[in-house]
């Protein structure tokens, strides 16, 4: 049962407003990184969603999908400057990925750190995302398509930047979407300053399913023709 349509939608207002607060981004993030998430729980409950299963830093055996072991060995082996506790951007070698790269994304922090830029958007995301979000930021992709769990996404980002370590989520996909289930892995990348400004992301959908026809011709018009290519 879908919560009444009054409150999603003086929900969606609260967040479509708080989406470019970048204040608000970053309390949800410094939050998390305190293993705090009520205020993201709130994204997903208005809309009868599961709440996002999130873990920081997380043990490798407990890694289930191969394609975050991967993830997690590849990044562990990468070299790290003298006294660097991460490695760099400047360290990954797109070769060495070539066999998981259709479920891999590589996000740039923005000036605000407090949004994110997709660099790189794996094919096989985009095929069950149902598009291609390369050159968007988390923000502007989140305005578009009205999910209104951007900001989750955003506050994860900001977690591992301020942890600067991996982070393992998983939450319910969006009705429009034919996987019911996104399980992401996001290891952090430093930049020019050492600070935390890149992220390889394993983002590998679950429990496929017959999505809402009526919800996916409305992102089909949303997005129209061309938009995210």
């Known amino acids: 049962m879908l919560p009444p349509a009054d409150s999603i939608a003086h929900e969606r207002e609260h ?8 204040d608000a981004v970053r309390a949800a993030g410094e939050s998390l990184a305190r293993c705090e998430q009520t ?10 969603l599961c709440v996002p299963e999130i873990a920081i830093d997380p043990a490798l055996p407990t890694l289930d999908l191969t394609q975050h072991a991967n993830l997690m ?3 562990r082996q990468l070299p790290r400057d003298a006294g660097a506790d991460l490695p760099a951007r400047g360290a990954l070698r797109p070769e ?14 923005d000036a605000t750190g407090t949004d994110f830029v997709y660099r790189v958007y ?12 390369t050159g968007w930021s988390v923000g ?11 900001p989750f996404y955003r506050a ?11 982070i393992y989520t998983a939450h319910e996909a969006m009705p429009y979407q034919t996987p019911s289930l996104w399980r992401r892995l996001i290891v952090p990348l430093t930049g020019a300053s050492r600070g935390v400004e890149w992220f390889l992301v394993a983002n590998v959908p679950e429990k496929f399913r017959r999505p809402d026809r009526a919800r996916e011709i409305e992102m089909r018009r949303r997005l129209g023709p061309g938009d995210g290519a």
């Open 73 to 75: 060995r590849y990044w």
């Open 156 to 166: 994860v980002y900001v977690a591992c930047a301020l942890v600067r370590k991996p």
């Open 140 to 150: 502007a992709m989140g305005l578009k398509t009205d999910s209104g769990i951007a």
């Open 122 to 133: 794996g094919s096989n995301i985009a095929i069950n995302a149902g598009q291609d979000w």
């Open 15 to 22: 967040w479509r407003a708080r989406v470019a607060d970048h």
């Open 39 to 48: 205020v993201i729980d709130e994204l997903f409950l208005v809309r009868n």
């Open 96 to 109: 060495d990925l070539h066999g998981t790269l259709g479920d891999l994304m590589l996000l740039e922090a």
